[in-house]
């Protein structure tokens, strides 16, 4: 399954005819987040994001660089739930935060049909005209927020990786088990960021790029709270 379609079990293009009765309760129970350690976040994230969460940047199989919030120390899974499912952390990436709900290639709205949010309960997705719902309205503007802010991030990764600003950040985990490495990832290598050229200083203050930069590096102070088990320390 793509990472795009991380937690989509059974994806479904939503269609006014074929879902013309269906409705959606808000999700508040993120158990189906509970096998990940890591989500993709876009830039506008980072500020938030970076009081709860390291941004780190990693590759996808076309080589291409893409950040991401570690949501925790272990090879698989993190500690964000309550028992109820609830979030316990100050900020919700919005990569969870949209599920069950994404844009295909071509703006297509599709849904995970096994999601249990769906049924005959809650607020009906479109209209006994046929015309989009309230909620419905809502959740595509949502979905067209975050594939713009996914778009300018990418533009943003492309730059650094063309002035070779990314260098590996492998954290080794030691405590009371076996040590265990996290390796593939990337952080901005500070030393060569101070030396980057006044033209392109001011052309990412003026785009934002440079706050972005100063909250990831921001954010690496936060690896001091994902504690794998008790006792345990992260070492870069």
Known sequence: MSRELL???KP???????????????????????????VPVSG???????????????????????????????????????????W???????????YPFALTANGTVCF????????????????????????????IGFLNQYDAHAKLTREFTAALAEKGLLKPF?????GNGDPLRLEGLFAVDEALFAKLDDATAGEWLRKGWLAWVYAHLHSLGALHGLGRRPGDAAKP
Do not use: M
């Open 88 to 98: 316990r952390g100050r900020y919700i990436p919005a990569f969870i935060r949209r």
């Open 44 to 86: 506008i994230e980072f500020f938030e994001a970076s009081r709860d969460l390291p941004v780190l940047f990693n590759r996808d199989a076309e080589g291409r660089y893409y950040p991401l919030a570690l949501l925790s120390l272990k090879q698989q899974g993190h500690d964000w739930l309550q028992a109820d499912g609830s």
């Open 7 to 9: 937690f989509y079990e």
């Open 12 to 38: 479904v293009a939503l269609h006014r005819e074929i879902h013309k009765g269906l409705a959606f309760k808000p999700l508040t129970d993120f158990g189906f987040s509970a096998g990940v350690n890591s």
């Open 170 to 174: 492998n954290l080794q985990i030691v």
């Open 112 to 139: 995970d049909e096994s999601c249990p949010s769906f049924g005959a309960d809650g607020e009906k997705l479109f209209t006994d005209q046929g015309e989009n719902g309230d909620v419905l309205k809502r959740i």
